[in-house]
């Protein structure tokens, strides 16, 4: 263990006080996702139902309220802006599942699977076009312009990482760059816009931006090390989607880069999609596990943890501070 990180020797950490800290926010945030969400078309709201109410942490827009309670910031406007933020992310996983063939988001069937891969997309660009018409309709441009380069820098992530999909040669660093993008930099936004709106100073702007995106970070490492724990409690999507779809994950980049030749030739084939049956998985979860590739990238997701929880040190101690620093524990603690 690095000596700038932490130990986790603590209680089980929770999200019980950053839902505490945000009930009352989320109930407004609610209110908006289920008015926007609405339309003529009742396909629409059916199939943006569907995932809403699918039992999401709803962990994004429950950032921008924590981080504006951790300013002070006693106005309303960072509800609409919640409500854009879990907009952007309940389309891009729309998006997702279509691009990635998925059968179960949450545990329950994906969108693309009851309604069809059109319609799962085109539900998806609504959701957007909402997130768009929040943005603007809160009127800064300054959060408007966090909130679109963030969209912008997802859709690159995820190009990234298709064309990172079956190319066994992909690196370490490479990966971090593609969830950078993906996951983390919707973090970093949702974080980094509750310190606009009550127009604090640029170093707690850039606090709280660090925060989000290291959150992220975490969250994406210990989501890519579920996939393959056997131990896992519950893992809402069916296990051994990344290893059946190609992922170049950092479980996989670890326990190809330590494997022996015959070990490695295992690897690429099942990133080729030429080993992908269930035995073939329980085989890569046992490399995985020889390899501690599991242990390595959760020692990473601490790593990325406790950055999160510096980035927020220079705010005083107070509920908000604490719930922030327990939501960054749960994410590398999580096992779903």
């Known amino acids: 263990m690095t000596a700038d990180v932490v130990p986790f020797t603590r209680k089980q950490p929770t999200l019980d006080p950053m839902l505490a800290l945000t009930a009352s926010g989320m109930n407004a945030v609610n209110t908006v996702i289920l008015e926007r969400m609405q339309s003529d078309i009742p396909l629409i709201p059916r199939l943006a139902g569907h995932l809403i109410a699918g039992g999401g942490k709803r962990l994004r827009p429950m950032l921008t309220l924590a981080g504006a309670a951790l300013v002070g910031y006693e106005g309303t406007r960072h509800h609409k802006l919640a409500a854009a933020v879990e907009f952007i992310h309940t389309a891009t996983l729309l998006h997702d599942d279509v691009v ?7 545990g329950k069937a994906a969108a693309n699977i009851i309604f069809g891969n059109p319609a799962t997309v085109l539900v998806g660009d609504f ?45 370490e660093e490479r990966y971090l760059h ?33 925060y989000g995106r290291n959150l992220g970070v975490a969250f994406q490492l210990v989501d890519d090390a579920i996939d393959y724990d056997s131990s896992a409690a519950e893992m809402g999507k069916d296990q051994g989607d990344d290893f059946r779809e ?8 670890l326990a190809h880069a330590r494997g022996n030749e015959e070990e490695r030739k295992f690897w690429k084939d099942a990133v080729m999609g030429h080993r992908s049956d269930a035995s073939d998985f329980d085989e890569a979860v046992r490399l995985i596990e020889k390899h501690h590739a599991l242990e390595d990238t959760r020692e990473k997701a601490r790593h990325f943890a406790q950055r999160a929880i510096d980035a927020i040190s220079i705010f005083p101690d107070s509920k908000a501070r604490a719930a922030m620093t327990e939501a960054a524990h749960f994410a590398v603690a999580r096992g779903y």
């Open 100 to 106: 990635d063939g998925s059968e179960l988001r949450r």
């Open 246 to 253: 190609g992922k170049m994950t950092l479980p996989v980049i």
């Open 178 to 210: 593609i969830i950078g993008a993906k996951t983390a930099a919707l973090f970093a936004a949702a974080s980094q816009i509750s310190a606009v709106v009550a127009e604090c100073s640029d170093e707690h702007e850039r606090a709280l931006e660090d």
């Open 127 to 171: 959701l957007f076009s909402r997130a768009f018409e929040l943005m603007t309709e809160d009127g800064s441009l300054r959060v408007l312009k966090i909130l679109s380069h963030a969209s912008a820098v997802i859709a690159e992530g995820e190009v990234s990482q298709l064309t990172a999909q079956r190319q066994i040669e992909t690196s």
